[in-house]
């Protein structure tokens, strides 16, 4: 049984760039969140999604997107990227009220 | 606001020097507390999860508490494959409310 997978592994983009990270959940899971990890810190919460519509979102401006697809995969989308935006961004799935299950993360370098 | 806090930063330990690692936490209500292991560069993997207080959980050399402002993750004779960071996240009561609130971790290194 795969777990959370996620693409690209690493990512290295210039400022002012658009990017798109993609995350496949757990098999049987249906909810989809999104996390940024800066170094030495606790992932921060950028948005959920549910049904195809985002449930939650986090304290991120609207350059930070995503979208859910009938399969329950899912991309989050950064436009006009700042070199703040360096981070691991992982992807956490669940179904209903369960645990939550990391993928292995994207590394994404802005220069 | 949901806030963890997570002591100490950092911990080194002999070989099979038991020791314990602190998450305090204040939320409005507890609908879980999340204990994950994190290597450097990789996702977190899920250990546990608690919901009421005076619960415990064991898995290997790892045993999870919790109170009703704190948890404490007690590992026991630990092995040099224990070395990570510990993180702890809270999944508040709130409804709508789905967000993991995350501590900045205990890196933990054992030392063989």
């Known amino acids: 049984d795969a777990g959370v997978t996620q693409s690209p592994t690493h990512l290295i983009k210039t400022r002012g760039q658009q990017v798109t990270l993609r995350c496949s959940p757990k098999s049987g899971h249906d909810t989809v969140s999104w996390y940024q990890q800066a170094l030495g810190q606790g992932p921060q919460f950028i948005f959920q999604y549910y049904e195809e519509e985002e449930r939650q979102r986090g304290n991120f401006p609207d350059r930070f997107s995503g979208h859910q697809f009938p399969n329950y995969s899912s991309e989050l989308n950064v436009n006009a990227l700042l070199l703040g935006d360096s981070a691991l961004y992982l992807c956490?799935?669940?179904?209903?009220?369960?645990?939550?299950?990391f993928g292995p993360g994207t590394r994404l370098t802005v220069t | 606001e949901d806030q963890v806090t997570q002591s100490p930063e950092a911990l080194r330990l002999q070989e099979g020097e038991s020791s314990s690692l602190n998450c305090s936490y204040t939320?409005?209500?507890?609908?879980?507390l999340f204990w994950y292991r994190q290597d450097p560069g990789k996702g977190p993997e899920f250990l546990f999860t608690?919901?009421?207080a005076g619960e415990e959980k064991e898995k290997e050399r790892l045993k999870a508490t919790l109170t009703k402002k704190e948890s404490f993750l007690h590992i026991t004779a630990p092995k040099p494959e224990d070395s990570a960071t510990y993180l702890c996240?809270?999944?508040?009561?709130?409804?709508?409310?789905?967000?993991?609130?995350f501590g900045t971790g205990t890196r933990l290194t054992i030392i063989p």
């Open positions: 608690l919901y009421s």
């Open positions: 939320v409005s209500g507890l609908r879980g």
């Open positions: 956490a799935s669940r179904y209903r009220d369960y645990e939550q299950y």
């Open positions: 996240a809270v999944h508040p009561f709130n409804f709508g409310n789905e967000k993991l609130t």
